[in-house]
């Protein structure tokens, strides 16, 4: 099994786009390290669409744009691996990339081997310019083959946007994770969108293939590729995109420029105890609790491994609110006995314990996180 946990990293695409070179990847590498989001866990440096000129050469391999990449990608990905980080390329399943580029329909395994050669440790593998004749699933399962028959570990990164009800057999087709929704943009719109879509969804992550709800836009702060009408986040709206992703175990794949990231960017990137939810091992999806949240905020609530528990709650409305938190909801009847003790892992504040239910108090976009414990109560 290639990954226990979902995967991190940094992906070209949410801030750069086309605009990717071999300086700015060696940089963000650098990056990687020196401001410490290695050592918070996250390794991977992926490449996105448009790394390649526009034709394949005489022999059918796919060309680095040797303006974009002068050394080609070998020299990247022994540079990218001489840091102690992985690397990861793009081609995608239909006839060209969604940007018009080269991609592997009918050219799996030359393509997976060509890769493989590079030193590659990541496939992301989008889906635009499917033939129609052709089954989706099925090019996700040549590619599944490609990828294990390169002679390298390669983590295959599947990107159908949650078409042909991907949850369902992707993990059968080898994928390591998979994007499950449409593209994300920096607005809290399409975030929240995104993971409230997701929710009854989460249940088919799982050590080994995990639910992909896409690139993070946390630092964004309205500038790049993915910018939305204007929108530009404040930190507490980051902050909650964050704990939302880490809640719901997805892959932590950073869209910011890493190389510029203010102190607050740092903060939420490489907050310890979120980071561990992310990667807690059991993955177990969180459950919603709490009703409707058009009118409330949305209550998650999640086991984590050994007897801990983690409740949520995101508040998407613009004013504050006070919501019941209701146990019987979480499955603890009052005639159980039982009932919870938290701890808000922000500032570290206890809520000593209480049975039935807890009444708790949210700004306006905001998140509140806090580790539970079960305890007797009389
Ligand atoms: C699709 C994917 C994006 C990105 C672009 C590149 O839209 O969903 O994540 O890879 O293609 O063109």
């Known amino acids: 099994m290639l990954v226990k946990t979902p995967p991190m990293g940094w992906n070209s695409w949410n801030t750069f786009g086309e ?18 989001l290695k050592d918070a866990g996250y390794e991977y440096i992926v490449i996105d669409d448009c790394w390649s000129l526009r034709s394949r050469d005489e022999n059918g391999r796919i060309v680095a744009d040797p303006e974009k990449f002068p050394h080609g990608m070998k020299h990247l990905a022994d540079y990218i691996h001489s ?15 969604c940007a ?14 060509q890769f493989a050669e590079i030193g590659i440790d990541y496939l ?19 590619m599944g083959m490609a990828l294990k028959a390169s002679g390298r570990d390669i983590l295959f990164s599947a990107c159908n946007w949650g ?38 969804l ?34 507490d709206e980051y902050m909650m995109h964050f704990a939302l992703w880490c809640m719901m175990s997805s892959p932590l794949m950073i869209g910011c420029d890493i190389r510029n990231m203010n102190q607050a960017t740092k903060d939420i990137l490489m907050n310890k105890a979120l980071i561990a939810i992310d990667q807690d091992e059991e993955v177990r999806a969180p459950f919603a609790v709490g009703g409707k949240y058009d009118e ?20 998407f409305h613009e004013s504050f609110r ?49 580790k539970a414990k079960v305890v007797e109560v009389q």
Not at 128 to 142: H, T
Request: hydrophobic share 40%.
């Open 124 to 142: 992301k593998y989008d889906f635009c310019f499917k033939p129609n004749y052709i089954d989706g699933p099925l090019l996700y399962r040549r």
């Open 163 to 200: 078409s042909d009800n991907v949850h369902q057999w992707i993990r059968s087709a080898g994928a390591d994770m998979f994007r499950s929704t449409g593209d994300i943009n920096d607005s809290v719109n399409s975030f929240k969108e995104i993971a409230i879509g997701q929710i009854p």
């Open 19 to 36: 605009n990717i070179t071999e300086s700015l990847i060696m940089e963000t590498a650098d990056a990687m390290v020196s401001t410490g």
């Open 322 to 370: 006070d919501p019941f938190v209701e146990l019987f909801e979480i499955g603890l009847p009052v005639k159980s006995g039982y009932g919870l003790e938290l701890t808000d892992i922000f500032t570290g504040e206890k809520i000593p314990k209480f049975k039935s239910y807890v009444n708790l108090h949210i700004e306006g976009r905001t998140c509140r996180l806090f």
């Open 296 to 315: 409330s905020p949305l209550i998650l609530f999640r086991h984590l491994a050994n007897n801990e528990y983690v409740l949520g709650l995101f508040n």
């Open 202 to 235: 989460l249940g088919y992550s799982a050590p080994g293939c995990f639910n992909d709800i896409d690139m993070l836009i946390v630092g964004m702060y309205g500038k790049g590729n993915v910018a939305f009408e204007g929108s530009i986040l404040t930190d």
């Open 83 to 97: 840091l102690g980080l992985k690397f990861g390329m793009y081609s995608c399943a239909g006839t060209k990339t």
């Open 100 to 113: 018009g580029y080269p991609s592997s329909f009918d050219l799996e395994f030359e393509d997976a081997k």
